[in-house]
């Protein structure tokens, strides 16, 4: 793992060296990148993919945007960002109806109209500050949805993801940003002629673990039933999207957690399997036993296959002799059936 920017994590750092600006960041993760590359050169041959949560919806666009600015000998094949912090403007203005919407805030009760007081004044401060609202950053992200080329110059793939329950990093201002973003000759999920990008149910082992949406090089994924960290309310999920995205085969690839899961199953099966082996052996060999012994000590208590056999057979022969000797006397013509005893016909 790489502790950036300088002085976050473990990294230490003089108290006057920290960095303000987010292009400072990405060029000091490029100079992390180059040597990291120079100890290790055989790597430069790999795919390279960006992928973090919350406030790296700001680390990610920037890092993306030096390295096809910069270093264009890097493969950069795609980026993924979850519950991103990328349009804190939109972001801010969605607190209240998302409150409202999940039953935290009620409509014009005291609290509603506190903080709905509290957000005109927010919305006055960022309107005095306009290089707040000019600097949000999803403008670098229209970038590099319309113009990110890698050395095949196809357009980079990128996803964007949310836990449904997350709150400070809300699935509304999400699909909000997206919605006004315009890239590639349309805006959002728009394919022209009036027809949108249909949401449709993602499934993963069988459930259905939320929705979907895709134009163009732009995948969103709501999780159902997640919150900021999705990874942590969803690790299988979340490495399937990251299989998907990147293409691996899950069949190939399964993760720790199910390779060993199944050899345990295979296991208790087996190990069940020769316990019931050895109980049906058991239960032969002392069957065979006691027969003999009995056997042995008085041969008349115990029939032989061979005596059995001749009991049945005599039995089924007598059976056969009073059918034919009934069937004889139906067919007789000197009979009376009406005098025939009923207990003939058992």
């Known amino acids: 793992f790489v502790d950036q920017p300088v002085g976050t994590g473990f990294s230490t750092i003089d108290t006057d060296s920290f960095i303000h600006e987010l292009d400072e960041m ?11 590359i120079k100890i290790f050169p055989e790597l430069l041959e790999n795919d390279v993919y960006l992928a973090g949560e919350s406030y790296a919806g700001q680390y990610i666009p920037y890092i993306a945007k030096a390295i096809l600015e910069q270093r264009s ?44 007081i509290q957000v005109k004044q927010c919305e006055q401060v960022l309107s ?43 699935h509304w201002a999400t699909e909000a940003m997206i919605d006004g973003m315009t890239w590639n000759g349309r805006t959002g999920f728009d394919f022209g002629n009036g027809t949108f990008s249909p949401k449709e149910l993602w499934i993963v082992d069988g459930e259905s673990a939320g929705l979907i949406r895709s134009a ?22 979340s490495l399937v999207m990251l299989h998907q995205f990147i293409q691996l085969d899950l069949i190939s690839f399964p ?15 087996r190990h069940v399997a020769f316990i019931i082996l050895i ?10 036993l006691i027969r003999f012994f009995v056997h042995k ?11 059995i056999f001749r009991v049945l057979r005599s039995k089924i022969r007598n059976v056969e002799q009073q059918q034919w000797a009934m069937y004889s006397r139906l067919n007789d013509s000197n009979v009376d059936l009406d005098v025939v005893d009923s207990e003939t016909f058992v």
């Open 73 to 116: 000998t890097l493969k950069l094949r795609g980026l993924l960002i979850g519950n991103g912090w990328i349009d804190p403007a939109t972001a801010y203005k969605s607190y209240l109806p998302f409150a409202v919407a999940n039953n935290l805030v009620v409509k014009n009760s005291a609290l509603y109209d506190r903080i709905n």
């Open 128 to 170: 005095k500050q306009v290089h707040v609202s000019e600097e949000a950053f999803y403008p670098i992200l229209w970038e590099i949805l319309m113009n990110g080329a890698m050395n095949n110059h196809h357009q980079i793939p990128i996803i964007l993801y949310s836990g449904k329950y997350d709150m400070i990093c809300n």
């Open 279 to 288: 109980v049906i052996i058991v239960i032969l060999a002392l069957t065979g």
């Open 26 to 36: 990405a060029n000091q993760f490029l100079s992390f990148l180059d040597q990291y």
């Open 297 to 307: 000590r008085d041969p008349t208590r115990l029939p032989t296959p061979l005596s």
């Open 255 to 269: 993760d720790t957690t199910t390779r060993k899961n199944t050899e345990e199953s295979t296991r208790s099966t």
């Open 216 to 237: 163009r090089n732009l995948t969103y994924i709501l999780f159902y039933s997640a919150s900021h960290m999705v990874p942590y309310n969803y690790a299988r999920r």
